[in-house]
């Protein structure tokens, strides 16, 4: 059985919670019709959506054609996209798991992977873990796209409590009590810079976006 530390058993306590009561997230990312298209112009097959929840982007990949690996933390989050799954005639391979644990898959294995809003789920330790695993499991000159929170606390809508420099839980809320680090750009540009980023900017609903590769 899996131990998870403190904040990773209150993420997925929450989300577990979430996805019983059906609050799923459907929507898509905006950029990912052009990623996408990026993956199918490089011949990209094999991706990793690193917390994949109740796979909404899981779903959209495996639509497109692409063989897509999902991994999340919540247990629930993990049924609800197998049902999706199923019910749609699509496949994907589902794992539950934390994003910050050694991920279970062999080096160089995928020839992308993304990660959408989900990364900043953690303190900057456990997210410098994941983002080498991410460089181990991802193939050279495979791509990556990540999404993370940019706002300020102050354009949080409900009370929270500071627990780290830039990491902060709301007391409140849909997330009430799951870890949120806030990243800037030149913190992404640290923590990725094994990489070699192509770009950095920021979506109409105030997330960084990264697209980058593992450099060959």
Same mark, same amino acid.
């Given at each position: 059985?899996?131990?998870?530390?403190?904040? +990773?058993?209150?993420? &997925?306590?929450?989300?577990?919670?979430? @996805?019983?009561?059906? /609050?799923?997230?459907?929507?898509? %990312?905006?950029?990912?019709?052009? $990623?996408? #298209?990026?993956?199918?112009?490089?011949?990209?097959?094999?991706?990793? %959506?690193?917390?994949?929840?109740?796979?909404?982007?899981? $779903?959209?990949?495996?639509?497109?054609?692409?063989?897509? !690996?999902?991994? %999340?933390?919540?247990? +629930?989050?993990?049924?609800?996209?197998?049902?999706?799954?199923? %019910?749609?005639?699509?496949?994907?391979?589902?794992?539950?798991?934390?994003?910050?644990?050694?991920?279970? @898959?062999?080096?160089?294995?995928?020839?992308?992977? $993304?990660?959408? /809003?989900?990364?900043?789920?953690?303190?900057?330790?456990?997210?410098?873990?994941?983002?080498? #695993?991410?460089?181990?499991?991802?193939?050279?000159?495979?791509?990556?796209?990540?999404?993370?929170? &940019? /706002?300020?606390?102050?354009?949080?809508?409900?009370?929270? &409590? #500071? $627990?780290?420099?830039?990491?902060?839980?709301?007391?409140?809320?849909?997330?009430?009590?799951?870890?949120?680090?806030?990243?800037?750009?030149?913190?992404?540009?640290?923590?990725?810079?094994?990489?070699?980023?192509?770009?950095?900017?920021?979506?109409?609903?105030? !997330? @960084?976006?990264?697209?980058?590769?593992?450099?060959?």
């Amino acid at each position: 059985m899996t131990e998870y530390t403190a904040d +990773e058993y209150a993420t &997925k306590t929450r989300w577990d919670d979430i @996805y019983k009561s059906d /609050r799923l997230m459907v929507e898509i %990312d905006e950029n990912m019709p052009k $990623i996408t #298209e990026l993956f199918k112009t490089h011949e990209v097959t094999k991706i990793l %959506d690193l917390g994949c929840g109740a796979g909404r982007h899981t $779903i959209y990949l495996a639509d497109h054609g692409f063989d897509v !690996y999902g991994i %999340d933390i919540s247990t +629930e989050g993990i049924k609800k996209a197998a049902q999706q799954l199923h %019910d749609l005639n699509l496949r994907a391979t589902l794992t539950t798991g934390s994003i910050y644990h050694t991920l279970p @898959y062999d080096s160089n294995f995928f020839d992308s992977v $993304i990660s959408i /809003r989900v990364l900043h789920h953690g303190r900057i330790e456990a997210i410098g873990r994941a983002i080498k #695993e991410i460089e181990r499991v991802v193939k050279p000159n495979g791509f990556i796209f990540v999404t993370v929170r &940019k /706002r300020t606390p102050k354009k949080f809508r409900f009370p929270f &409590k #500071e $627990i780290a420099p830039r990491t902060y839980v709301p007391l409140e809320g849909l997330e009430k009590g799951v870890v949120h680090y806030l990243f800037t750009k030149k913190i992404l540009e640290k923590e990725f810079k094994a990489f070699n980023i192509h770009d950095i900017w920021v979506d109409s609903k105030k !997330y @960084y976006c990264l697209l980058g590769q593992k450099v060959g």
